[in-house]
């Protein structure tokens, strides 16, 4: 099916690819229906988009923490398990949304330092997609002392 996006433009969309998330995201829960994509040029894309295929305004940058030297070890309870009808760990991936503090200089927003949502991680079953995010999660830091 072809959708049109407010910044993506035009693009066609696979309908086994689509992202549900049943309950929508926390401020946009009429958004149920997501799609990601990634620049088609690079090779290993570090970021990614998540489009909105229920609001064409609505697109998210995210990332696999990996990339940003993160690792998460989350205890689903047994309603996220549901809801992602999992039944497999392997199936699950996580991302991270990443944005622009703005507030960091307002003249110039581009300029202004990326920060990433770790404590509201998006949870993905990429078997069947579908989604869910955490909400305020605590977090333990760990430190690795990594040789090399």
């Not at 689903?76 to 991302?95: F, I, K, M, N, Y």
Request: hydrophobic share 40%; proline share 4%; net charge negative.
């Amino acid at each position: 099916m072809l959708f049109n996006t407010s910044l993506l433009g035009e693009v066609d969309i696979d309908e086994q690819s689509v992202i549900t998330f049943a309950n929508g995201l926390p401020a946009f829960e009429h958004c149920k229906r997501f799609k990601l994509f990634h620049d088609a040029e690079c090779e290993s894309p570090r970021v990614h988009w998540l489009q909105s295929l229920d609001d064409a305004d609505v697109l998210f940058s995210v990332t696999d923490p990996a990339n940003l030297g993160i690792r998460y070890e989350v205890q689903l309870s047994d309603a996220e398990v549901a809801q992602l009808q999992l039944s497999r760990p392997e199936d699950v991936g996580v991302l991270l949304i990443i944005y622009r503090d703005g507030e960091e200089d307002s003249k110039q927003p581009l300029l202004s330092h990326l920060r990433a949502n770790v404590r509201n991680p998006l949870i993905i079953n990429f078997a069947n997609q579908h989604g869910l995010q955490l909400g305020n999660l605590d977090c333990d830091i760990v430190f690795h002392n990594r040789a090399g």
